[in-house]
């Protein structure tokens, strides 16, 4: 459904996104993690259009998004919608809950004050919230009905590509779950596809179909959740799962996986701009830059040394 094709952006001297391509699937579940600072957030604003785009071409259904007039960018991009992570921040506190959610639809010309009470009935019903939420203001929610409510804001639009951007931080585990559920349920129902962006691990494998890993803005492993998380291939992976609190007591992988702090993006090593912290590296990493291999079907790594990284070695 979204198709992103050699994407490169620039801060200054910095090279946010280094020549990024990405597919989501139509009805799937799609996620970027990474650590802070690798440019999923300057992803998410190429995508939405928010930034203009220095490099390489965006299609949505195949159709081309990306590099048009602002006027018909606004168009061909109705269909693709972010949900903020702060949901509190995001709805105006002066507004009840019903003002807010039938703004969307003024702007989008339903004229009928009737027809916009009743998508907006529809959609808050579709989230589990009821007509009672209509006149209250955010205030009066907790953190897991705001989340919701950001949703059926959204939702009420119509959407059919959802950015989600940790919608799950700051909630206890029992109303995570919650979110979770309704999410999953979500694309189902309404034929939706989710590119999610979070840190959370355990929330990655509970709803994603795929994983695109970054680091330093390149896509350095892409593969089934299930995949990567009992097979990865890319010594950064695997360092990230294996930094996760476990109960059983022992040395942390992790700490003899990677070295160092990340370089900056304004003086990025030669090569593979992994190989500076990469307990694995050989001076031909540090020379030439790899491109993201086959491994399996669907399974994709950038790492010249990836045969010799054993899945049943990552195992023992």
């Known amino acids: 459904m979204l198709n992103l094709r050699g994407l490169n952006q620039y801060y200054g001297e910095s090279h946010t996104l280094w020549d990024l391509a ?12 990474g650590r802070n600072g690798v440019g999923k957030t300057t992803t998410l604003k190429c995508i939405m259009g928010l930034l203009p785009l220095q490099d390489g071409e965006i299609r949505l259904d195949g ?10 960018a606004r168009v061909v991009r109705n269909d693709i ?19 807010t959610l039938e703004e969307g639809l003024r702007i989008h010309g ?3 004050a009737d027809e916009r009470r009743a ?22 929610f907790s953190g897991g009905q705001l989340r919701r409510v950001a949703l059926a804001r959204i939702l009420v639009l119509k959407p059919r590509f959802l950015i989600l951007d940790e919608p799950t931080s700051g909630l206890d585990m029992s109303v995570q779950a919650t979110v979770l559920n309704l ?25 994603c179909d795929r994983v695109a890993l970054m680091y330093l803005g390149r896509i350095v492993e892409l593969a089934p959740t299930g995949e ?9 992976t695997r360092a990230l799962l294996s930094a996760v609190p476990r109960l059983a007591p022992g040395p942390n992988r992790a700490e003899r996986l ?6 900056s993006a304004a003086r990025l090593p030669e090569g593979c701009v992994f190989s500076s912290r990469c307990a694995y590296a050989q001076t031909a990493c540090s020379t030439t830059e790899p491109t993201l291999e086959d491994v399996a079907f669907g399974h994709q790594v950038a790492c010249r040394r990836w045969r010799e990284l054993r899945p049943d070695a990552w195992a023992a």
């Open 22 to 33: 990405l597919e989501v699937p139509r009805g799937s579940c799609t996620c970027l993690i």
């Open 63 to 72: 159709k081309l998004v990306s590099g048009l007039p602002p006027k018909r």
């Open 81 to 99: 919608h972010y949900v903020h992570q702060d949901a509190a921040a995001a709805l105006d506190p002066w507004w009840s809950i019903g003002r």
């Open 110 to 112: 339903i004229r009928s």
């Open 119 to 140: 998508r907006v009935d529809e959609m808050l019903a579709a989230v589990g919230l009821d007509g009672s939420a209509r006149p209250r203001y955010p205030h009066e």
């Open 183 to 207: 999410l999953l349920g979500l694309i189902r129902r309404l034929g939706l596809t989710y590119l999610f962006i979070s840190l959370d691990l355990s929330v990655v494998e509970r709803l």
């Open 228 to 236: 990567i998380f009992a097979s990865p291939r890319h010594p950064y």
């Open 258 to 263: 990677v070295q160092g702090e990340p370089p």
